[in-house]
């Protein structure tokens, strides 16, 4: 690596880390950048910028945005009595994306996992278990991913709550061992429609 090259390669050793963009994709990524810098390098490192210095976690929920909290928790339409628990945002915004729950959510900020020393203060789950109570949720619909870990989390959970609320979780469309970040909408809606009691 020369010096003339050295800021080029540490910008494309930071994009390789990005998920899904290995050393190859990220150089490609980064030689299109520059060569469209002012429709395209410039424009992406001011909205980088503006977004390190204004994304917040909703205190609330966990979800992303720019405020303390989110727009989905401030909302009083979404004040149904429904609460979506997800693992993390990427589930809620897949949820969103399908367009057919109304009701509110709850980031866990991932699951469960004796392997890694995952318990439940680890996780929202503590804050889950207060917001049943204090926002007078009357079912939980646990859209965790079809993984052993997910479903674990699920079957805790559902313990917890047991006679605190209604608790349901996806049916039909999530195959096992899939992620909700990575289905399409209609199947996360088919899913949601057709949820069970657990």
Not at 96 to 123: C, M, N, Q
């Amino acid at each position: 690596m020369t010096d003339s090259t050295k800021d080029i390669e540490a910008l494309i050793e930071q994009m390789a880390k990005l998920p899904g963009l290995g050393p190859r994709s990220a150089r490609r990524a980064v030689l299109h950048l520059i060569k469209k810098r002012n429709r395209a390098l410039v424009p992406l490192a001011e909205s980088m910028r503006v977004v390190a210095e204004t994304a917040r976690e909703c205190l609330n929920c966990g979800n992303i945005g720019t405020s303390d909290i989110c727009e989905i928790c401030a909302s009083e339409k979404r004040r149904n009595g429904e609460l979506c628990v997800v693992e993390d945002v990427a589930d809620l915004w897949a949820m969103e994306r399908a367009g057919v729950f109304k009701g509110r959510y709850h980031v866990l900020g991932g699951t469960l996992s004796a392997l890694d020393a995952i318990g439940p203060e680890e996780l929202r789950i503590p804050k889950l278990l207060d917001r049943v109570e204090s926002e007078e949720v009357s079912e939980v619909i646990l859209a965790l991913n079809a993984t052993v870990d997910g479903q674990t989390t699920a079957h805790y959970i559902a313990d917890q709550l047991e006679v605190r609320a209604k608790i349901t979780s996806l049916a039909q469309g999530v195959p096992v061992g899939g992620e909700l970040d990575y289905l399409d909408d209609g199947t996360i809606s088919a899913a949601l429609r057709a949820r069970k009691a657990i």
